[in-house]
């Protein structure tokens, strides 16, 4: 289940906060390490560390790193402060954190009794891609638009992983990041989706929040049997405290697997069978045989949710003024620039309702 290895630090490459990516030499070769310094503490050039090296050896994409698990020559400090949820729980790197929601939270107060969303939009998107791409939208639309990343335990469980979210927070694009249920390292620790959506409207300011899974989805092929299910989840959280659940379709013309062509079925599913409230769906105006295409499928969800058609004119500009670039599944906008359009769309209407 765990490929274990020792190595020694040869680099740091780069890092962003959290984060660290690391060159390792490990005895059969080098490799590409990442290691979160409030977990493990700070690797430095000629530390020996002890790694996971199972996503590195499955190939993965987005979680192909060697992961830093401990630095035994140099353990960190124990921590100070306040804090008891405890989250990855019963895993060796549990980690106590301060939740917003918690009794000794300076917060707590204010999220006690806090019940309503107070009708805020919610954009809600499957793949972690798609948040830059709903704030290009949005922000173009209504520049200033103060704007939550509320992230769920769908994905990477460390908020810390994801590059984009912190860049995103250092351009202003963000005015936080919180993290809920096993998920970790935001502005703002929550229990749940719902305080952590609570978190965002009452701690956090946001007049929007965007609801998207971290950065490394999992998906088997089967019609159930994928990460994404929480989408439809999340717009029954929104709707029964009080918000505006906007639905933003994972679509794509690039992907090499049918079921992921057009809108794919991970969209069908969440929202036509997940999701029992009602939502509006934003179906993006694209040109040709395939935007027909998209809006034929995007119809079997008319029945239970609101088919919002959203032009993209001007959004190309938009999404080119992105403080990070846009990648969903390996491509770019020159290959597939309809699930970025699809996404910036859903930001554009989430602005139109806040006028």
């Given at each position: 289940?765990?490929?274990?290895?020792?190595?020694?630090?040869?680099?740091?490459?780069?890092?962003?906060?959290?984060?660290?990516?690391?060159?390792?030499?490990?005895?059969?070769?080098?490799?590409?390490?990442?290691?979160?310094?409030?977990?493990?503490?700070?690797?430095?050039?000629?530390?020996?560390?002890?790694?996971?090296?199972?996503?590195?050896?499955?190939?993965?994409?987005?979680?192909?790193?060697?992961?830093?698990?401990?630095?035994?020559?140099?353990?960190?400090?124990?921590?100070?402060?306040?804090?008891?949820?405890?989250?990855?729980?019963?895993?060796?790197?549990?980690?106590?954190?301060?939740?917003?929601?918690?009794?000794?939270?300076?917060?707590?107060?204010?999220?006690?009794?806090?019940?309503?969303?107070?009708?805020?939009?919610?954009?809600?998107?499957?793949?972690?891609?798609?948040?830059?791409?709903?704030?290009?939208?949005?922000?173009?639309?209504?520049?200033?638009?103060?704007?939550?990343?509320?992230?769920?335990?769908?994905?990477?469980?460390?908020?810390?992983?994801?590059m984009s979210a912190a860049a995103l927070r250092d351009a202003g694009w963000l005015c936080g990041t919180v993290t809920t249920g096993q998920a970790f390292g935001g502005d703002l620790e929550t229990v749940t989706l719902h305080t952590g959506l609570l978190a965002a409207r009452h701690v956090l300011g946001a007049d929007v929040a965007i609801v998207a899974q971290g950065p490394g989805n999992l998906g088997t092929g089967t019609r159930w049997g994928f990460s994404g299910v929480s989408a439809g989840e999340a717009v029954n959280a929104v709707s029964v405290l009080g918000g505006r659940p906007v639905a933003s379709l994972r679509v794509s013309e690039g992907d090499q697997r049918e079921r992921h062509v057009g809108v794919s079925h991970h969209s069908l599913t969440a929202y036509g069978r997940v999701a029992l409230a009602r939502a509006q769906v934003v179906v993006p105006l694209l040109p040709g045989a395939f935007g027909a295409r998209l809006r034929a499928q995007a119809a079997a969800l008319g029945e239970r949710h609101e088919l919002v058609e959203v032009g993209v004119e001007g959004l190309e500009e938009a999404l080119a003024a992105s403080p990070v670039r846009l990648s969903t599944m390996g491509r770019g906008m020159d290959k597939d620039a309809a699930a970025f359009l699809t996404a910036a769309a859903a930001g554009r209407h989430a602005a139109s309702l806040l006028a």
């Open positions: 289940m765990i490929r274990w290895r020792k190595g020694t630090v040869e680099r740091v490459r780069r890092e962003w906060p959290g984060a660290m990516e690391l060159d390792v030499a490990l005895q059969e070769g080098g490799c590409r390490a990442l290691a979160y310094p409030p977990l493990v503490g700070r690797p430095e050039p000629g530390d020996e560390v002890l790694l996971n090296t199972t996503a590195l050896a499955m190939g993965l994409g987005t979680g192909g790193y060697a992961m830093v698990v401990a630095i035994p020559g140099r353990l960190p400090e124990d921590p100070i402060g306040p804090g008891h949820l405890v989250k990855a729980r019963y895993t060796p790197l549990q980690a106590t954190v301060l939740g917003a929601d918690e009794q000794g939270s300076p917060h707590h107060e204010t999220l006690r009794e806090a019940d309503t969303l107070t009708g805020m939009p919610v954009v809600v998107a499957d793949l972690h891609s798609a948040v830059p791409a709903i704030l290009a939208g949005l922000l173009a639309a209504r520049p200033g638009t103060r704007t939550a990343y509320v992230m769920p335990d769908g994905g990477a469980l460390p908020a810390w992983f994801s």
